[in-house]
Each structure stands twice: as C-alpha cells, then as structure tokens.
C-alpha cells in the first residue's frame, strides 16, 4: 500500500501533464477572489447600458487569494450580445496564451457574481412610469426619478451578491469563494 502526503494524490506515480500544467500555474490554485462591490456593480451597469463587453478580469500567475478588477474586453456585436449574458460563455481560461505553458487571463461577466440580477432601469421605463401617474410630467422629474430608480437598482444588486462563482476550465468546474472590499 503506498503512503499519501494528503494532497490527493499517489507520490509513487509521476504527475500527468495536465496535473502538473493545470496545479502548478493554472486556476484550480484559486481558492478566493476579491472584488470590490464597486466593480461588480459598475461592470454590470456598464454591460447593461452599453454595446461593451465589460469582465471582472483575473490576471495570471494564480495563487490561492486573486483579486477581480473590472475590465472592458471591447465591443460585443449584435451576435455575440446573447451569448454574452449566458453563464457558460463569460469565463475564458487554461487556453494556451501563446507563451509557452502560461494560462490566460480569466474573464468573469458581472452578473456571475450577483444572484437573480435584477433588469437595468430604463429611461424610457421611467418616462411611462411617470406619465402613468396622476403628476404632471416634467423633465426635471424624470431625472430626478430616473436616478431614484437607479440607484435602487445598484442597491438591489448590493443585496444579491453571491459568496461562490465557478470557475470553467480545461480540466473542468473549479468553484471559489468570493470576499467583497468596500
């Protein structure tokens, strides 16, 4: 019977590739991410109102406690606006970088981070909200209540930001936990 060192794995038997590539730079390391509220919420904000395509970016080399800063990865066209929003399409990693071994950059959409994302306000929402009611419609009170209801959008979103995101990799799903700065 062989002695285990308790990572899991058969010291007598030499690493595979995959476990040797993938262990010791690829994003199985991460264990946490770290974001601040801001960059989920302003990324999710951005992706909503714009045709950009707006990441919570984790650059290599990966190590057990990654920090997610916001990133804009460029215009999405009208083609890939659908699959943009899908789970399985926002997180690109372990592909070759084209320098040698090293992994590239993971790339997380906004919403991966937020349960249940609620819908960004509109201003033409407000404006039929507004006309609807029995006060008379101004501009200044569709400002005023345009920027109401967003800033109860961003706080709705505060409310739903969830403790783990998985991670889709080569090797397959890698779930993490998630700490909010600010």
């Known amino acids: 019977m062989t002695e285990h060192d308790g990572t899991g794995e058969d010291p007598s038997r030499p690493p595979s590739s995959v476990d040797s590539a993938s262990s010791a730079t690829g994003p199985h390391r991460i264990r946490s991410l770290a974001v601040t509220t801001a960059d989920v919420v302003d990324g999710?904000?951005?992706a909503s109102r714009s045709q950009r395509a707006v990441v919570l970016r984790v650059t290599p080399p990966f190590s057990g406690r990654m920090r997610a800063r916001i990133h804009d990865a460029g215009i999405v066209g009208p083609d890939e606006e659908a699959a943009s929003s899908s789970e399985t399409d926002t997180v690109a990693v372990d592909s070759e970088s084209g320098s040698g071994d090293a992994p590239s950059p993971i790339h997380l959409a906004p919403?991966?981070?937020?349960?249940?994302?609620?819908?960004?306000?509109?201003?033409d929402d407000t404006e039929d909200e507004l006309r609807a009611s029995e006060t008379p419609y101004t501009r200044e009170r569709h400002r005023e209540r345009h920027q109401e209801a967003v800033d109860?959008?961003?706080?709705?979103?505060?409310?739903?930001?969830?403790?783990?995101?998985?991670?889709e990799t080569a090797t397959g799903p890698h779930t993490v936990s998630v700490s909010y700065l600010g």
Do not use: K, M
């Open 44 to 46: 999710l904000e951005a």
């Open 111 to 123: 919403e991966r981070f937020v349960a249940d994302p609620p819908s960004y306000p509109t201003v």
């Open 152 to 167: 109860q959008w961003r706080e709705q979103v505060r409310e739903r930001l969830v403790e783990e995101v998985t991670l």
